[in-house]
Every structure is written in structure tokens, then in C-alpha cells.
């Protein structure tokens, strides 16, 4: 019964992340649900990416603010704000990486989870 409610709440902060990212016009918004891979380190990624470092930037704080208003809850640990290339915001169960297009295309999470299930998303 407990388990239900932690991927309950893993849902509602993802789909509170993807958002923030669609406020600030994030590209290729999508989510990987990581709750059927036994060697997966949370319940969702959330990735998007965006042309700019200020972009972002701003992209990660909109998701921030979002979260935090709605649930009251700070990222555990932020990466990657001072150079703005490719930022983590660690929510324990959801953890958000917003790239900038080069980096994300090198990096290829999504293919690095290939099994999971991915959904996704428009920007606003």
C-alpha cells in the first residue's frame, strides 16, 4: 500500500516537472518511467533540451519554482547551474536533466535507458 503512494507522488512531482519545462518552452520534453527497470536509480528522467545556456537556466528554475509551489519540495542536489550545458535537479524519485541541444545529443540518456517506457510531451 505504501509503495503506492510513493509512485503516486513520483507521478505528480514528474508531471509537476514536465510543467515547468513546457512554461519555459523546453524542446523534445519527455519522460522515462523507470519504475519496471530493477537497476534504475529513481521512478522517472524527465529530459528536455534547450538552445541556450540562459534557456537552460531558466528552464531548470521554472521547474523549481513549479515544484516547490506546488508541493513544497527543493531538488536534493542541483548540478550543472554555473555553466548552464546540462543542469540535474535530483528529486529523489524524479530526477530532471535539462541539456543544452549539442550536450544532449552527445550524452543520449534516452538510449542509455532504452528499456524504459517513454512518453512525450509538447512544449506550451
Not at 505528480?12 to 536509480?41: A, F, P, T
Not at 521547474?63 to 547551474?81: I, N
Request: aromatic share 10%; proline share 1%; with cysteine.
Amino acid at each position: 500500500m505504501v509503495k503506492s503512494k510513493v509512485i503516486n507522488e513520483s507521478t505528480y512531482i514528474s508531471e509537476l516537472v514536465i510543467h515547468g519545462i513546457q512554461e519555459k518552452k523546453g524542446n523534445e520534453i519527455v519522460r522515462l518511467d523507470l519504475r519496471n527497470i530493477h537497476s534504475s536509480v529513481a521512478d522517472y528522467f524527465v529530459v528536455c533540451h534547450a538552445e541556450s545556456a540562459t534557456q537552460v537556466k531558466a528552464i531548470a528554475r521554472s521547474v523549481e519554482q513549479e515544484v516547490y509551489k506546488a508541493s513544497g519540495q527543493f531538488p536534493l542536489r542541483t548540478e550543472g547551474v554555473e555553466l548552464g550545458e546540462w543542469i540535474l535537479l535530483d528529486y529523489v524519485d524524479v530526477v530532471v536533466h535539462v541539456f543544452k541541444t549539442d550536450k544532449r545529443e552527445f550524452y543520449g540518456i534516452e538510449e542509455l535507458w532504452g528499456d524504459a517506457e517513454m512518453k512525450y510531451y509538447q512544449s506550451a
